[in-house]
């Protein structure tokens, strides 16, 4: 779930720097979360949040990237073939349990959510002792 939630954070910075860069252009930016100060000023607070936007991004998509290869790494291990793909849609694709259920040739989503949950109860991840 970390690279799922990973993602969806990095497209809200993504959405925030294409906010920011249309304010950098305009004559009178308005930006929510910046105060209000000169025009000159304005700019430059502007142009900082920019870079720091981008580093931010940058960051994120570094761990996006560490957190996928960790993730197929995990799945890669499971010995059953169909648990590997309900791992992979569901953690990889973010597939909603409907679309695992019919891209596995079931019907009903409760047979893939139900076997993804005795699977994770038999399963004894070294993150979840710590828990």
């Not at 993602?7 to 720097?17: P, V």
């Not at 957190?67 to 793909?85: G, K, P």
């Amino acid at each position: 779930s970390q690279l799922y939630y990973l993602n969806h954070e990095i497209e809200q910075e993504r959405r925030r720097l294409r906010e920011l860069e249309a304010a950098a252009t305009s004559v009178s930016p308005k930006i929510t979360g910046l105060p209000h100060i000169n025009k000159i000023s304005d700019k430059t607070a502007i142009a900082a949040q920019i870079a720091d936007c981008r580093a931010v991004i940058e960051a994120k998509l570094k761990l996006s990237v560490v957190e996928y290869n960790r993730l197929n790494r995990f799945i890669a291990s499971v010995d059953d073939s169909l648990m590997r793909q309900i791992l992979s849609l569901r953690y990889i694709n973010g597939f909603s349990w409907q679309k695992i259920a019919f891209a596995i040739g079931e019907h009903d989503e409760s047979y893939p959510r139900k076997k993804h949950n005795h699977f994770l109860k038999l399963t004894e991840i070294p993150e979840q002792k710590n828990l």
